[in-house]
């Protein structure tokens, strides 16, 4: 086990990918050993990393652990690799179906895996107010609203839906969704308990996208030698909430 933390990173040309290449390159315990994008032209170094297209994945270098900040159509071929290498995985891809999510529990049987909707401390906090409101507010309406820039794929974002997921383990039922596109907004989620009289709103505003990128490494770090299994984030990152 060498002390530095070898990572893949796929989905590398995108706005997370990005956050995660500076982000990584001023740290003394991990380094990038190869990043990963559809359409990169060649293989070639920038910055120390070398670059290849997700076409030669199967001959990626050695690493501890892959982080997958993609989009559902590139999902398989990474979980693929990190589960024949015995690799861990950390993802943040949202959208993906429910066979994937079945995959994902399927290489949990040989190697470690986080999967998360949302990788801020914030949210964290929030998933828990949910599920503490939900379940104090019995018979409200429960909405959960989100806003997301213009290039987003997905709706209602993975945030919203693990957030509704919180709200439906507290109230026995799903809430209402509601998705916003608009400008450059990196994300905003509401949620909105109402009955005759009053309302109670539960919000977290992301301004930039370093929030999500710092948890994803530090997940990758915790993650990359523990035994095969689904890891949590709060259990692995925040277990006094
Ligand atoms: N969990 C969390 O905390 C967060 C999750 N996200 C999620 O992360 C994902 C990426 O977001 P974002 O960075 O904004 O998206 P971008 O569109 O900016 O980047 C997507 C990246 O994935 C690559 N890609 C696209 N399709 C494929 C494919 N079929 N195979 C392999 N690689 C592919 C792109 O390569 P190329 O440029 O060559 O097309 C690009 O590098 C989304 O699902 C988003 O919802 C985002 C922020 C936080
Ligand atoms: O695509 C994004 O940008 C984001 N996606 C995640 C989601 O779908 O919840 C997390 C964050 O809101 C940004």
């Not at 990005?18 to 990043?35: I, N």
């Not at 809430?175 to 005759?196: C, K, M, N, W």
């Amino acid at each position: 086990m060498s002390e530095i933390t070898r990572l893949l990173i796929h989905g590398a040309s995108g706005r997370m990918g990005q956050a995660l290449l500076r982000l990584a390159a001023e740290r003394q315990d991990l380094r990038v050993v190869a990043a990963y994008s559809r359409s990169q032209p060649a293989q070639r170094v920038i910055d120390g990393v070398p670059h290849f297209a997700v076409s030669e994945l199967n001959g990626a270098p050695e690493f501890d652990v892959a982080i997958d900040f993609s989009l559902p159509d590139g999902f398989d071929p990474v979980l693929a690799l990190c589960a024949q290498r015995g690799k861990a995985l950390v993802s943040g891809t949202t959208g993906l179906s429910s066979a994937q999510n079945t995959a994902i529990n399927d290489a949990a049987a040989r190697i470690a895996v986080v999967w998360a909707a949302n990788y801020s401390l914030g949210v964290a906090v929030l998933t828990e107010l949910v599920r503490r409101a939900a379940a104090a507010l019995p018979g409200w309406d429960c909405d959960v609203i989100e806003a997301h820039h213009t290039r987003k794929l997905d709706a209602p974002s993975g945030t919203a839906l693990h957030l509704g997921a919180a709200a439906a383990i507290g109230r026995g039922d799903e809430p209402h969704y509601a998705s916003l596109r608009a400008g450059d907004i990196v994300g905003e989620h509401t949620v909105q308990f109402a009955a005759a009289g009053e309302r109670l709103e539960l919000i977290h505003r992301a301004s930039n996208r370093d929030i999500f990128a710092r948890g994803a490494l530090e997940a990758a770090l915790r993650v990359a030698h523990q035994a095969p299994g689904r890891y949590g984030l709060a259990e692995l990152m925040f277990p006094n909430l």
